[in-house]
């Protein structure tokens, strides 16, 4: 069975990370340690024992996370907690393909419970749970609810959340209400310094001073911008417990925190129900018929939405982010509960003593040349990626994004010609 990793086992885990090496588990082999492996790589997560591919290493909840805004102001509909998805599958399906007359059979494979939705009785925030509601308003909601239905545009949080949205266009990475809510916690919690120094042991360097990067929200270009954002972040939420981290450089180290180890969160009621359905014991041509429904809906739904067609959001992982990149990843972050709780899995054979590593890249740009991933993780994660993938090809050709994608639209209009 994979470890399940509680708050109060990561806080233990994080609070006594100088002591070298550390395991997550109270007196038994949770199957994973975190160990300090110096500068400038810093720490690392092994495996104690051998995984398979395909196992499930660690689970784990977020300290904080946050549906990114636009993919809310779309109409994506996700709990405002853990962001499970409040639509259907059929409303889900009908609304991304623009036909609100598709209907779906099988309603017992969507996983949506309508019936347990909930509402902040102050605000417009929706939940998919009351435990869901009551956890978020004991560890931020009761400071940044807006205490109104009707958003005040001349609200400092709204104002901030609009900006962000001016700067930050789909497809979107990072979210500004996750540093609020990061603030928000620290401001309701009961143990003020511990939880700052719970989010302070996460990365939060802004510049790699040996390489002489700098993170890519932080460019010269971005300045006047994250002063702004700064001063609304400071009108909203001003503290004497979070001041330090309003000042302009402790802003910069906030955002610089959440670029570096935002995880990405997907979740998607149609996903689920899909899966369902394949599970189900269905005769051969009913089963022909269903997955002919099922590749049709997808063709509409890449027509109409292209690539956005999940819940998007991100959140900040203990364990999550103690691993280490790679070009070639043994293990990868999947969200197999349709909400916010992450439970990393083996993607090749695991020998106890391995460090366990995940792609920082998504499968595109994953794909792309040595030269074009070096350029991306410098860019967002402040290192020089020496992975024994891309140290094996030193030698290839240092081909741009912009030139691959290039022969890419080359090579796809080679293959147009030759289907005419």
């Given at each position: 069975?994979?470890?399940?990793?509680?708050?109060?086992?990561?806080?233990?885990?994080?609070?006594?990370?100088?002591?070298?090496e550390?395991?997550?588990?109270?007196?038994?082999?949770?199957?994973?340690?975190?160990?300090?492996?110096?500068?400038?790589?810093?720490?690392?997560?092994?495996?104690?024992?051998?995984?398979?591919?395909?196992?499930?290493?660690?689970?784990e909840r977020?300290?904080?996370?946050?549906?990114?805004?636009?993919?809310?102001?779309?109409?994506?509909?996700?709990?405002?907690?853990?962001?499970?998805?409040?639509?259907?599958?059929?409303?889900?399906?009908?609304?991304?393909?623009?036909?609100?007359?598709?209907?779906?059979?099988?309603?017992?494979?969507?996983?949506?419970?309508?019936?347990?939705?909930?509402?902040?009785?102050?605000?417009?925030?929706?939940?998919?749970s009351?435990?869901?509601?009551?956890?978020?308003?004991?560890?931020?909601?009761?400071?940044?609810?807006?205490?109104?239905?009707?958003?005040?545009?001349?609200?400092?949080?709204?104002?901030?959340?609009?900006?962000?949205?001016?700067?930050?266009?789909?497809?979107?990475?990072?979210?500004?209400?996750?540093?609020?809510?990061i603030?928000?916690?620290?401001?309701?919690?009961?143990?003020?310094?511990?939880?700052?120094?719970?989010?302070l042991?996460?990365?939060?360097?802004?510049?790699?001073?040996?390489?002489?990067?700098?993170?890519?929200l932080?460019?010269?270009?971005?300045?006047?911008?994250?002063?702004?954002?700064?001063?609304?972040?400071?009108?909203?939420?001003?503290?004497?417990?979070?001041?330090?981290?309003?000042?302009?450089?402790?802003?910069?180290?906030?955002?610089?925190?959440?670029?570096?180890?935002?995880?990405?969160?997907?979740?998607?009621?149609?996903?689920?129900?899909?899966?369902?359905c394949?599970?189900?014991?269905?005769?051969?041509?009913?089963?022909?018929?269903?997955?002919?429904?099922?590749?049709?809906i997808?063709?509409?739904?890449?027509?109409?939405?292209?690539?956005?067609?999940?819940?998007?959001?991100?959140?900040?992982?203990?364990?999550?982010?103690?691993?280490?990149?790679?070009?070639?990843?043994?293990?990868?972050?999947?969200f197999?509960?349709?909400?916010?709780?992450?439970?990393?899995?083996a993607?090749?054979?695991?020998?106890?003593?391995?460090?366990?590593?995940?792609?920082?890249?998504?499968?595109c740009?994953?794909?792309?040349?040595?030269?074009?991933?070096?350029?991306?993780?410098?860019?967002?994660?402040?290192?020089?990626?020496?992975?024994?993938?891309?140290?094996?090809q030193?030698?290839?050709?240092d081909?741009?994004?912009?030139?691959?994608?290039?022969?890419?639209?080359?090579?796809?209009?080679?293959a147009?010609?030759?289907?005419?």
């Open positions: 069975m994979p470890v399940v990793v509680s708050l109060r086992q990561v806080q233990q885990l994080l609070s006594v990370m100088a002591a070298k550390v395991t997550v588990g109270e007196g038994q082999d949770s199957g994973v340690e975190v160990r300090i492996i110096g500068d400038p790589i810093g720490k690392g997560l092994f495996a104690t024992r051998n995984y398979k591919s395909g196992d499930v290493i660690f689970e977020p300290l904080v996370s946050c549906q990114f805004l636009w993919n809310a102001a779309y109409g994506y509909l996700a709990c405002d907690f853990c962001m499970r998805p409040l639509e259907t599958a059929e409303e889900n399906a009908g609304r991304l393909a623009q036909d609100s007359q598709l209907s779906l059979p099988y309603p017992e494979c969507c996983d949506t419970r309508r019936d347990t939705v909930v509402e902040c009785p102050h605000c417009d925030a929706s939940y998919c009351r435990e869901c509601r009551e956890s978020a308003w004991n560890q931020y909601h009761r400071t940044l609810c807006l205490r109104t239905f009707q958003p005040d545009p001349t609200h400092p949080l709204v104002m901030l959340q609009e900006a962000w949205k001016q700067m930050h266009y789909p497809p979107e990475t990072a979210c500004i209400m996750l540093l609020a809510r603030l928000a916690t620290v401001r309701q919690a009961e143990d003020r310094e511990g939880a700052t120094a719970l989010f042991q996460f990365c939060h360097r802004t510049v790699n001073e040996e390489e002489e990067i700098a993170h890519k932080l460019g010269a270009e971005f300045q006047n911008q994250l002063e702004a954002l700064r001063a609304l972040m400071e009108k909203s939420l001003w503290a004497p417990e979070v001041q330090h981290w309003l000042t302009p450089e402790g802003f910069r180290s906030l955002v610089a925190l959440v670029g570096t180890n935002g995880q990405g969160i997907g979740t998607s009621p149609l996903s689920r129900w899909v899966r369902n394949d599970s189900l014991n269905l005769p051969p041509h009913e089963r022909q018929i269903t997955d002919t429904l099922i590749e049709t997808y063709q509409q739904l890449e027509k109409e939405a292209g690539g956005f067609l999940n819940n998007e959001g991100s959140g900040l992982y203990p364990l999550q982010s103690s691993c280490n990149h790679s070009c070639a990843p043994n293990a990868m972050p999947t197999p509960y349709n909400n916010f709780h992450l439970a990393m899995t993607v090749r054979d695991i020998t106890s003593g391995d460090e366990i590593c995940v792609s920082y890249l998504d499968e740009n994953l794909g792309r040349s040595r030269h074009s991933r070096i350029a991306i993780l410098r860019e967002n994660y402040l290192f020089t990626c020496r992975c024994a993938k891309c140290e094996e030193t030698g290839d050709p081909v741009t994004s912009e030139e691959e994608m290039d022969d890419e639209a080359e090579e796809e209009d080679e147009e010609e030759d289907d005419e």
